[in-house]
Nanobody, 122 residues
Framework: VQLQASGGGLVQAGGSLRLSCAAS????????TGWFRQAPGKEREFVAG????????YYVDSVKGRFTISRDKDKNMAYLQMNGLKLEDTAVYYC????????????????WGQGTLVTVSS
Protein backbone atom coordinates (compact mmCIF):
# COMPACT_ATOMS: atom_id res chain seq x y z
CA VAL A 1 0.00 0.00 0.00
CA GLN A 2 1.28 3.42 -0.93
CA LEU A 3 -0.28 6.61 0.35
CA GLN A 4 -0.05 10.18 -0.86
CA ALA A 5 -1.46 13.06 1.12
CA SER A 6 -2.40 16.38 -0.46
CA GLY A 7 -4.55 19.43 0.07
CA GLY A 8 -2.57 21.36 2.63
CA GLY A 9 -2.01 25.07 2.38
CA LEU A 10 -2.30 28.44 4.05
CA VAL A 11 -5.70 29.37 5.47
CA GLN A 12 -6.97 32.01 7.83
CA ALA A 13 -8.28 31.08 11.23
CA GLY A 14 -11.88 30.00 10.95
CA GLY A 15 -11.40 28.76 7.42
CA SER A 16 -11.60 25.29 5.94
CA LEU A 17 -9.41 22.84 4.08
CA ARG A 18 -9.93 19.32 2.82
CA LEU A 19 -7.02 16.96 2.90
CA SER A 20 -6.96 13.97 0.60
CA CYS A 21 -5.12 10.70 0.90
CA ALA A 22 -4.74 8.70 -2.29
CA ALA A 23 -3.97 5.04 -1.81
CA SER A 24 -2.63 2.49 -4.21
CA UNK A 25 -2.58 -1.24 -3.72
CA UNK A 26 -5.35 -3.77 -3.95
CA UNK A 27 -5.33 -4.49 -0.22
CA UNK A 28 -6.00 -0.91 0.87
CA UNK A 29 -9.70 -1.58 1.21
CA UNK A 30 -8.91 -3.92 4.10
CA UNK A 31 -7.05 -1.25 6.04
CA UNK A 32 -8.32 1.41 8.34
CA THR A 33 -7.01 4.92 7.77
CA GLY A 34 -5.79 7.50 10.19
CA TRP A 35 -4.67 11.11 10.02
CA PHE A 36 -1.88 12.29 12.27
CA ARG A 37 -0.22 15.66 12.60
CA GLN A 38 3.03 17.00 13.88
CA ALA A 39 3.48 20.62 14.81
CA PRO A 40 6.94 22.21 15.06
CA GLY A 41 8.66 21.14 18.22
CA LYS A 42 5.88 18.75 19.19
CA GLU A 43 5.32 15.04 18.99
CA ARG A 44 3.18 13.49 16.33
CA GLU A 45 -0.42 13.12 17.45
CA PHE A 46 -3.44 11.21 16.28
CA VAL A 47 -6.13 13.39 14.74
CA ALA A 48 -8.79 11.13 13.25
CA GLY A 49 -9.36 7.57 12.10
CA UNK A 50 -11.89 5.73 9.95
CA UNK A 51 -12.48 2.01 9.85
CA UNK A 52 -11.95 -0.06 6.74
CA UNK A 53 -15.72 -0.09 6.20
CA UNK A 54 -16.06 3.64 6.72
CA UNK A 55 -18.73 3.09 9.32
CA UNK A 56 -16.69 3.91 12.41
CA UNK A 57 -14.81 7.13 12.98
CA TYR A 58 -12.61 8.36 15.79
CA TYR A 59 -11.31 11.81 16.69
CA VAL A 60 -9.01 13.44 19.15
CA ASP A 61 -11.03 15.68 21.44
CA SER A 62 -9.48 18.89 20.13
CA VAL A 63 -10.95 18.42 16.64
CA LYS A 64 -14.33 16.89 17.45
CA GLY A 65 -17.11 18.87 15.84
CA ARG A 66 -14.69 20.62 13.47
CA PHE A 67 -13.02 17.84 11.49
CA THR A 68 -14.65 15.01 9.59
CA ILE A 69 -12.83 11.95 8.30
CA SER A 70 -14.25 9.85 5.51
CA ARG A 71 -13.20 7.38 2.89
CA ASP A 72 -14.27 6.38 -0.59
CA LYS A 73 -13.45 2.72 -1.03
CA ASP A 74 -14.29 2.74 -4.73
CA LYS A 75 -11.72 5.46 -5.34
CA ASN A 76 -9.16 4.27 -2.79
CA MET A 77 -9.31 7.68 -1.18
CA ALA A 78 -9.58 9.04 2.34
CA TYR A 79 -10.36 12.60 3.30
CA LEU A 80 -10.08 14.92 6.24
CA GLN A 81 -12.46 17.86 6.06
CA MET A 82 -11.24 20.54 8.43
CA ASN A 83 -13.58 23.38 9.35
CA GLY A 84 -13.19 26.13 11.90
CA LEU A 85 -9.44 25.93 11.70
CA LYS A 86 -7.46 27.33 14.60
CA LEU A 87 -3.89 28.53 14.91
CA GLU A 88 -3.08 25.41 16.90
CA ASP A 89 -4.09 23.21 13.96
CA THR A 90 -0.95 24.31 12.15
CA ALA A 91 1.10 21.18 11.48
CA VAL A 92 2.26 18.72 8.92
CA TYR A 93 -0.55 16.22 8.41
CA TYR A 94 0.06 12.60 7.52
CA CYS A 95 -2.29 9.85 6.44
CA UNK A 96 -1.55 6.29 7.40
CA UNK A 97 -3.05 2.83 7.06
CA UNK A 98 -3.42 0.20 9.73
CA UNK A 99 -4.67 -3.36 9.79
CA UNK A 100 -5.07 -3.31 13.56
CA UNK A 101 -8.06 -1.97 15.39
CA UNK A 102 -6.04 0.51 17.42
CA UNK A 103 -6.31 3.87 15.72
CA UNK A 104 -4.65 6.10 18.25
CA UNK A 105 -1.09 4.81 18.30
CA UNK A 106 1.22 5.61 15.43
CA UNK A 107 3.21 2.42 15.81
CA UNK A 108 0.10 0.43 14.95
CA UNK A 109 0.18 1.80 11.41
CA UNK A 110 1.83 -0.12 8.64
CA UNK A 111 1.98 2.46 5.88
CA TRP A 112 2.50 6.20 5.88
CA GLY A 113 2.16 8.88 3.28
CA GLN A 114 4.34 11.92 2.99
CA GLY A 115 3.06 14.89 4.92
CA THR A 116 1.12 17.88 3.72
CA LEU A 117 1.59 21.19 5.49
CA VAL A 118 -1.36 23.06 6.92
CA THR A 119 -0.68 26.59 8.11
CA VAL A 120 -3.40 28.56 9.87
CA SER A 121 -2.83 32.29 10.11
CA SER A 122 -4.51 34.90 12.27
Amino acid sequence: VQLQASGGGLVQAGGSLRLSCAASGRTYSSYSTGWFRQAPGKEREFVAGVSWSGRATYYVDSVKGRFTISRDKDKNMAYLQMNGLKLEDTAVYYCAATYSGNYYRGYEYDYWGQGTLVTVSS
